[in-house]
């Protein structure tokens, strides 16, 4: 048996279909946050169908890659790959953010294999991440941790504290992609508090940076998979995204990081992704 599980052939595919997932998913427990998973979706259809190392049928695998979602209110974007890929039944993305469902609205790990840990709070993803990565060189095991951010959350100090210590310890086995679609909360980063010069300021604190296109799945496959660089560094991936990406009426708007898509929004969405929710 191979040490993880066979590469997916077609990751637009797999992003198209956790874009369907994720948007049925905050219809169905009126949830919040739909844009902030559509602007990821490439980004884990990528990461789950070419780059992490991951044993479905044996989740706690010790040599597998950890993966954390710091931006855990974009949960529903997890739970929909890990089901595509054969972590647990799809049928079960249907309990999402029901009274008593495991699938939370913020991302759980209680229950669910293939979550690493639970995210709330902004700013906890990298810190935990960090700490993985220098366990993991203590150990001389060769996993690698990687932590898909949101550009607001970098407005937290205990991010730039876990960017130093990675940086002072070498920590080649850690990736942090950051979710740069511009948008926060309830307005553009630029108008809360501004992070450019961006790409910089990492490279300031010791790290390597590369930027591509969020939504280019040959560029974020190069950016993910090559190796760490001969220096040691750890490596920080700007991913240059738009929020909502994929339903047009919710593309670079603040409205939809709290709104529930419901009655013909709904249909709407779906229909833009290829779904006709009337049929049948």
Known sequence: ?????????????????????????????????????????????????????????????????????SKGHAGAGVYAVLAE???????????????GSKFSGHVSHKGI???????GSLGHGLPIGVGMAYAATL?????????????????????????????????????????????????????????????????????EVLEVDGHDHNALTAALATPPDKEEKPRCVISHTTKGKGVSFMENTVLWHYRSPQGEEYREAMKELGVDVNAG
């Open 1 to 69: 048996m191979a040490d993880h599980r066979t590469p997916v052939p077609n990751t637009e595919d797999l992003a198209l279909r956790i874009r369907r997932h994720a948007v049925r998913m905050t219809h169905d427990g009126k949830s919040s946050h739909i844009g902030a998973v559509l602007s990821i979706a490439d980004i884990l259809a990528v990461l789950y169908g070419k780059i992490l190392k991951v044993k479905p049928y044996d989740p706690d695998w010790q040599d597998r890659d950890r993966f954390i979602l």
């Open 85 to 99: 890929i054969g972590f647990f039944p799809i049928e079960e993305l249907r309990n999402h953010n029901a009274n």
């Open 113 to 119: 294999p293939g979550v690493e840990i639970s995210i």
């Open 139 to 207: 150990d001389a095991r060769r996993h690698r941790i990687f932590v898909l951010m949101s550009d607001g959350e970098c407005d937290e100090g205990s991010n730039w504290e876990s960017i130093l210590f990675a940086a002072h310890h070498k920590l080649s086995n850690l990736v942090a992609i950051v979710d740069y679609n511009k948008i926060q909360s309830i307005k553009t980063v630029a108008e809360t508090l501004g992070l450019e010069p961006f790409a910089e300021k990492w490279r300031a604190f010791g790290w």
